[in-house]
């Protein structure tokens, strides 16, 4: 079957203008998570969320972040007036559900450029 | 808190020879581990994980990791490096307790000289 999708695969933008991140999970996974890899932090934790209960939003690193998820399914991370260090490819992930056994399967991600 | 160390951000082996990637996990709680190999231009994929059973995990690709509490560590071997396992490779722990995030270590870029 289909796995994790992301649009766009690259974006460019201009520092200060907003951009949303879209994520199609593996169909009947429960739990999505974002993470963001870049250069100079590695691989970060951003947000995730579990059926119909909050999110955890203890990753994002700034209030210009946010993220919904929709009907359980597609999520869609976005970054307001954007800056340089937001240059990063962001990963989404989905897992069947929310124990920790569970494997992650990882879409090829965003790469993010802000000029 | 959680936290990953790899040792080694880029390691270079020759075609056949053995490969070690290096791992420390630190972790408050029994943790579950898991290494994660990324190609270039490619998304994260699952080669092997630990969750208390086995501390001998054997993955794909002819990868295994052997989980040793005493030492904190989980690291990834291979008899034969093949050069199509030229990739990065991730080492993460996650905490069921904390929501099943996972805190990745840094990685390590593995070269497969012919």
């Known amino acids: 079957g289909a796995g994790v999708s992301q649009s766009p695969s690259n974006k460019v933008t201009e520092k200060g203008k907003d951009v949303e991140l879209r994520c199609d999970p593996i169909?009947?996974?429960?739990?999505l998570y974002w993470y963001r890899q870049s250069l100079g932090q590695g691989l970060e934790f951003l947000i995730y969320?579990?059926?119909?209960?909050?999110?955890?939003k203890s990753g994002l690193p700034s209030d210009r972040f946010s993220a919904e998820r929709t009907g359980g399914s597609v999520s869609t991370l976005t970054i307001q007036r954007t800056q340089q260090e937001d240059s990063a490819v962001y990963l989404c992930?989905?897992?069947?559900?929310?124990?920790?056994?569970?494997?992650?399967?990882f879409g090829p991600g965003t790469r993010l450029t802000v000029t | 808190a959680q936290s990953v160390t790899q040792l080694g951000s880029h390691v270079s082996v020759s075609e056949g020879a053995l490969v070690l990637l290096r791992c420390n996990y630190s972790?408050?709680?029994?943790?579950?581990l898991f290494w994660y190999v990324q190609y270039p231009n490619q998304g994260l994929q699952l080669l092997l994980k630990?969750?208390?059973?086995?501390?001998l995990v054997k993955g794909i690709n002819g990868f295994e990791a052997e989980f040793k509490k005493s030492e904190t560590s989980f690291h990834l071997t291979k008899p034969s490096a093949h050069m199509s396992d030229a990739a990065e490779y991730f080492c993460?722990?996650?905490?069921?307790?904390?929501?099943?995030?996972?805190?990745f270590g840094g990685g390590t870029r593995l070269m497969v000289k012919p």
């Open positions: 992930a989905s897992s069947l559900d929310f124990s920790g056994t569970g494997e992650q399967y």
């Open positions: 969320f579990q059926g119909n209960s909050a999110p955890d």
């Open positions: 630990y969750t208390s059973a086995a501390t």
């Open positions: 993460a722990v996650s905490d069921n307790n904390a929501g099943n995030m996972l805190t």
């Open positions: 169909s009947g996974h429960t739990a």
């Open positions: 972790s408050s709680v029994p943790p579950y």
